[in-house]
């Protein structure tokens, strides 16, 4: 097995081609060539991560977050970005970062929070028109409804079982019943129109700031955390790869619950 032929299995889940403008998604560190004996799966790329790599016999890592997103300036080894570069880099391991492209693509980072919320009838939020490349609807965020509407204390709390979280902030509670959830991993602050638009009654993302907690009456929104509301997409890459490839290595990280860098207190 060689580096590419991974590549090609995760990007006919999640073409690289969809991926937003401002994004890195892609191989961050290694070569198409490169032979691989076995895959490790992580949410960001560090240098425990990698350490975990070269014990467990792996010498590629995919990961959600691109292992470099901005331009790189130095290596100074005391910076964890720049460590976890200089570990890949000294140990041979090949680095691809599948970001946007899997926070865009049907059955993707989104989609994967709605089912664990236990969303049904699940579209996507904000589709693209048209479908970038030519791909079926793509877009950022999804949106889908509950079994059965709840009022909307139940409905958060549904939420913070959902993804083991200990707390949510949350906008002032809707009055009536949340039937309709919209849903956007990571930062999406940006898609709250998107969200009322579409009839939520509730919208769960991660990332929101002060201001944004104003919002009219009929309609509330949850910062549920960036990490909790994208973690699920690392399950979502360990099956496209054993579905490819069912007797390669593939592996998950023995840490991924402890990798979320916010701590509660």
Do not use: W
Not at 20 to 26: I, S, V
Not at 80 to 90: S, T
Not at 228 to 234: D, K
Request: one cysteine or more; glycine letters at 10%.
């Amino acid at each position: 097995m060689i580096v590419k032929d991974i590549i090609a299995a995760i990007e006919a889940f999640a073409p690289a081609c969809i991926q937003a403008e401002y994004d890195n998604t892609g191989l961050q560190v290694g070569s198409p060539e490169q032979e691989v004996h076995g895959v490790l799966i992580g949410f960001d790329c560090t240098a425990s991560l990698v350490e975990e790599a070269v014990r467990r016999g792996c010498d590629m890592i995919l990961t959600h977050h691109p292992l470099i997103y901005h331009p790189l300036r130095n290596l100074y080894p005391e910076d964890p970005g720049a460590a976890a570069v200089i570990a890949a880099v000294k140990n041979g391991v090949a680095v691809y970062g599948c970001h946007t492209s899997a926070d865009k693509t049907p059955g993707g980072v989104s989609f994967a929070l709605a089912e664990k919320i236990g969303l049904k009838d699940v579209r996507v939020l904000a589709p693209e028109e048209p479908a970038a490349a030519g791909y079926d609807t793509v877009g950022f965020g999804a949106v889908g409804d509950l079994p059965e509407a709840l009022p909307a204390k139940d409905a958060v709390a549904l939420v913070k079982k959902a993804l083991g979280t200990p707390a949510v902030r949350c906008s002032a509670p809707v009055e009536g019943p949340v039937g309709r959830i919209a849903v956007c991993g990571g930062s999406g602050t940006s898609l709250i129109p998107a969200a009322r638009k579409a009839g939520a009654q509730m919208y769960v993302c991660g990332d929101i700031s002060y201001h944004y907690f104003f919002q009219p009456e009929g309609f509330m929104v949850v910062d549920a955390g960036h990490f909790e509301t994208e973690v699920e997409i690392t399950e979502v890459l360990l099956s496209v790869i054993r579905k490819n490839f069912p007797t390669f290595v593939t592996l998950i990280s023995e840490n991924i619950g402890k990798a979320n860098p916010v701590n509660y207190l």
